[in-house]
């Protein structure tokens, strides 16, 4: 932008137009003339007319054409004379003939440089897909992560009690397992960190490198008796929850030791400060 | 002093450039002297039907005498001829018979200078390609002051127009480009001096009133004149597509002016129709840029206007006399493919870093050349040389009846093409 700045006395719009011009074929790459065109395009003919690369020698004998001699030369007699006196006719077609096969031959050369033309455009469009796509990509990571740190932004109350509960041998064989959490001292970090922006989002991004399956018998595990079950279906009644309350973070919470809090009345809260 | 101006056609409800810029001269020049109109009963340029009264009328001060035109426009005829002439070698006779059947042909309007030739000192003539231009130079030579309003067409490429850009004592050029098209064309050393036309810029406008009275709440880029495809508005709407993919956040596109192309279907382009001069101006203002993509310019009004109320322009690149405009005034960018239209027209926009600057720059090259006061002294001036002066450039002779006959004229394309072109940069 720096560059594209002007100044209010002097402006230059010639100056001006070389900047855009030359802007412009930054962000486009590499810019083909209509010379550099005319090049790529009989290059890419030739290459295509070359009998090296076709197995047939009709180019070849094309050009030996020119050294034969004439049509009337090869006859002898009546015929000759035939021929010769059919001259100005046959000269004529000769004529319409050539000349609807430099007709021919300059479509064919305008269709070369149209589609070198389209070449050069499918490559610009393929480059501008790819970064749309990138910008895409990194649209959707920062979405999923800030998706994922609404999580962290409810503060949560510690509630040591719950830490003291033993594990129940039924935790074992819950079917139904919840998601993993993140790690003890993380969660503790980002509930420290209640409601600041900063630690909210950077709290998920670091669970997401670091969670792993709570096991069973772990703080954090999930009860198997129907506890869990009981805390998701009072929380389900209640109208009007928050984000926390959301099926992506009860899931979460649940996971994380939140389930303790179901135990122990209606408060409300989440376990995810209950370490 | 006493002055005729003759025109095609005149009246306060027609808008065209030429009939336009002939009404305010008309108009101004009536303040310093005696000033006639002498024109046809049309009102449609490509019938030349005539429509209005015949007979002497007042308008805005200027008496204006209308003449019958006795032959109305053929659209296809004349599609024929100038496609021939343009083309083809032909000779001076086609010419004389195109430029017949593109009219207005009206016999009454030259007899009538050429009966009351001594009663007027000059005679202004406007649009150098029309019938009663040719024939009324023809008439009164040493009288005759044109105002050509060329653009770089075929038309300047033909034979019969250079003898009569030679024999008109004075010409008024609307830009520098015009005067060096039309003296390479015509290899004329008289006098002449670039003028233009001044407009009638309201000393305030209203343009949150515009936006409310439209609904417009976005910021807009705004092209007034005709929608027609040879404005360059099938390009503008090519463009302004790709434009509008590229930059979501951008500019929307309002259209003033009678449509003649089918405007596409874009939730950012806004037609608004035929406007009153009031909501034209108010338009202007509260546009971010004025975009004018037409190809063939010898003037444009409308851009002037622009840069009178401050406002930067984006003009066709293709069109010589706006390119030069823009690089003399510094109050515009010019495009010449989709890149630059797109890139210019962000550049543009008010919040933008040179929007405002050029605007700025458009203004006062505006108040410094084509302000009214600085337009009636050029034409005072003028006028008063040529009082002072003898005529000293008789009629040249036209062309026997059987030498306008022979096709020794090429096709008027290929001379145009030989004509110099590009900006005069200052």
Not at chain 1, 27 to 46: N, P, V, W
Not at chain 2, 55 to 67: L, M, Q
Request: with cysteine; hydrophobic share 35%.
């Amino acid at each position: 932008m720096s560059d594209l700045n002007v100044k209010s006395d002097s402006i230059d719009v010639e100056q001006i137009m070389k900047q855009i011009r030359s802007r412009i074929r930054e962000k486009r790459g590499s810019d083909y003339t209509e010379t550099e065109l005319q090049q790529l395009a009989s290059a890419k003919f030739e290459q295509f007319a070359d009998p090296s690369g076709l197995r047939s020698d009709l180019l070849e004998q094309f050009r030996k054409r020119g050294d034969e001699p004439s049509t009337y030369h090869r006859h002898r007699g009546v015929r000759r004379w035939l021929l010769m006196m059919l001259h100005p006719v046959l000269k004529r077609v000769q004529k319409q003939v050539m000349s609807d096969l430099n007709l021919y031959f300059e479509i064919i050369h305008n269709l070369v440089i149209e589609v070198t033309k389209l070449g050069v455009e499918n490559h610009n469009l393929k480059m501008k897909v790819e970064s749309l796509s990138s910008r895409l990509d990194f649209d959707e990571r920062r979405g999923r992560a800030l998706e994922g740190a609404v999580q962290y932004r409810q503060p949560r109350q510690h509630q040591p009690q719950h830490q003291a509960q033993p594990p129940q041998p039924q935790q074992q064989h819950r079917p139904a397992a919840p998601p993993p959490a993140a790690p003890a001292p993380i969660q503790a970090a980002a509930a420290a960190a209640t409601t600041q922006v900063i630690s909210a989002v950077a709290a998920p991004l670091v669970q997401g490198e670091q969670t792993a399956p709570a096991q069973p018998g772990q703080e954090g595990a999930p009860r198997g008796d129907g506890s869990g079950r009981r805390r998701r279906r009072r929380r389900r009644r209640r109208p009007g929850s928050a984000l926390a309350d959301s099926p992506n973070a009860q899931g979460s919470s649940e996971g994380a030791g939140g389930n303790d809090a179901g135990d122990h009345g209606d408060n409300g809260d989440d376990g995810a400060a209950d370490q | 002093m006493k002055l005729a101006v003759v025109v095609q056609r005149y009246g306060a409800d027609i808008s065209g450039g030429a009939e336009l810029h002939a009404r305010y001269i008309a108009e101004r020049l009536a303040r310093h002297a005696q000033v006639e109109v002498l024109t046809t009963r049309a009102r449609d340029y490509e019938t030349w039907r005539n429509e209005l009264p015949a007979g002497d009328e007042t308008i805005n001060g200027v008496v204006v005498r209308r003449f019958p035109v006795s032959r109305q426009r053929h659209r296809i005829e004349f599609g024929h001829r100038s496609r021939f002439i343009f083309e083809h070698a032909h000779s001076l006779h086609h010419e004389l018979r195109w430029l017949a059947s593109e009219g207005p042909r009206s016999p009454a309007l030259l007899r009538h200078i050429a009966q009351r030739r001594n009663e007027f000192d000059f005679f202004i003539f406007f649009s150098f390609r029309y019938y009663h231009a040719y024939h009324g130079v023809g008439l009164v030579p040493s009288k005759a002051v044109l105002v050509p309003t060329a653009e770089r067409d075929p038309v300047v490429g033909m034979g019969i127009f250079p003898p009569m850009i030679r024999s008109a004592r004075a010409i008024m050029y609307n830009s520098p480009e015009e005067r060096v098209l039309l003296e390479a064309m015509s290899q004329r050393r008289g006098p002449g001096v670039v003028v233009g036309v001044g407009s009638e810029i309201p000393a305030r406008t209203q343009p949150d009133r515009f936006r409310k009275a439209r609904g417009l709440k976005r910021p807009f880029a705004v092209y007034v004149g005709r929608i027609d495809i040879n404005k360059g508005c099938r390009e503008l709407f090519d463009y302004f597509h790709q434009y509008a993919a590229r930059v979501p956040n951008g500019l929307d596109l309002v259209l003033i002016g009678s449509k003649h192309l089918e405007i596409p279907n874009h939730p950012r382009i806004r037609h608004l129709g035929f406007v009153s001069d009031e909501d034209k101006f108010d338009a202007i203002a509260a546009s971010d840029v004025l975009i004018m993509p037409s190809p063939y310019e010898s003037l444009s009004m409308v851009t002037l206007e622009a840069w009178a109320l401050g406002r930067p322009v984006l003009v066709n690149g293709a069109c010589d006399v706006l390119r030069g405009q823009c690089v003399r005034s510094g109050g515009g960018l010019y495009y010449e493919n989709v890149d630059e239209f797109c890139e210019g027209l962000f550049r543009l926009e008010a919040s933008g870093p040179m929007g405002a600057a050029l605007g700025r720059h458009g203004r006062a090259y505006y108040y410094r050349h084509y302000s009214w006061p600085v337009i009636e002294q050029k034409y005072l001036n003028m006028l008063e040389r040529l009082a002072r002066e003898p005529a000293v450039s008789p009629a040249e002779p036209a062309p026997g009846l059987i030498a306008r006959r022979f096709r020794t004229r090429p096709p008027a394309a290929d001379v145009l093409a030989t004509l110099p072109s590009g900006p005069v940069v200052r």
